[in-house]
């Protein structure tokens, strides 16, 4: 298994990343929380990812109890900019507070969803 | 009023950029929707035809669309069970223009 790495840009990203095979694998650097305090550089490194074409991206919210509607705009706009540049989306490691709110907003119809990294994985595959 | 947006404006605080991103979302549904039932019900592929209804029967709800998401209940359970299904066009289409006109009054609504 590949170490995380903090991703370098201008602003301070408060993403880390890692490539398993093909596929990005993005997580929040510290916190628990996504929401508009981060969002913004949050959604920066988020979208550059996307800036290259067929580009496959897990985020894994492991660790994660709590997103609010920026949050869940940046994976809209995630989510927009991977389907504009044939790329794909997809969480996984998602907790039962963070899933509740995904149903709640009638999200977890939207995006691909997986309780494990492992299985998110296997999906690029398929 | 077709659709309602208080549910989104209270599980957002508010929040009109968000509510623009779900918006927008849900034209980009109604697209979809609108380019696949036809074809489903024309294939009489009801087993899809019910699974999309599920779906689409989420994307109403959160645009506080509750007599199309009634509707499209309906739908899923009869065609999950391939019943009354002379009833499916109607239904599709009642969908469609109801979703249609609600696009037009929340592009007109201020947030």
């Known amino acids: ?20 095979d093909n596929v990005t694998v ?7 929380r996504l929401n508009s305090l981060i969002t913004e550089p949050v959604k920066e490194s988020l979208l550059a990812h996307f800036q290259k074409p067929h580009v496959k991206l897990a985020f894994d919210l492991q660790g994660i ?22 790329g794909s989306f997809k969480i996984c490691n998602v907790g039962a507070e963070v899933m509740e709110l995904f149903r709640l907003l009638q999200l977890h119809h939207v995006f691909e969803i997986y309780d494990e990294l492992d299985a998110c994985m296997q999906s690029f595959n398929q | 009023m077709i659709s309602d947006l208080n549910y989104l404006k209270t599980m957002s605080e508010g ?12 034209r980009e549904q109604i697209g979809e929707y609108s380019a696949i039932m036809p074809d489903l019900l024309h294939r009489k592929d009801y087993a899809n035809l019910s699974r999309l209804a599920h779906k689409a029967k989420s994307s109403v709800a959160v645009m506080g669309m509750n007599k199309v998401a009634d509707l499209l209940k309906e739908l899923e359970i009869l065609a999950q069970e391939g019943k009354e299904a002379e009833r ?24």
Request: proline share 0%; glycine share 4%.
């Open chain 2, 15 to 26: 929040d009109s950029r968000f509510i623009r991103e779900m918006i927008e979302l849900f």
């Open chain 1, 1 to 20: 298994m590949k170490n995380w790495t903090i991703q370098t840009c201008k602003r301070r990203s408060m993403l880390e990343t890692r490539k398993i």
């Open chain 1, 26 to 32: 993005v997580r929040l650097k510290e916190g628990n």
């Open chain 1, 65 to 86: 109890t709590f997103i609010d509607s920026s949050g869940f705009g940046v994976f809209l706009s995630a989510l927009k900019a991977a389907s504009n540049n044939q």
């Open chain 2, 88 to 111: 499916y066009e109607a239904m599709v289409s009642e969908f469609l223009e109801q979703s249609q006109l609600a696009i037009e009054e929340l592009d007109n609504t201020d947030l």
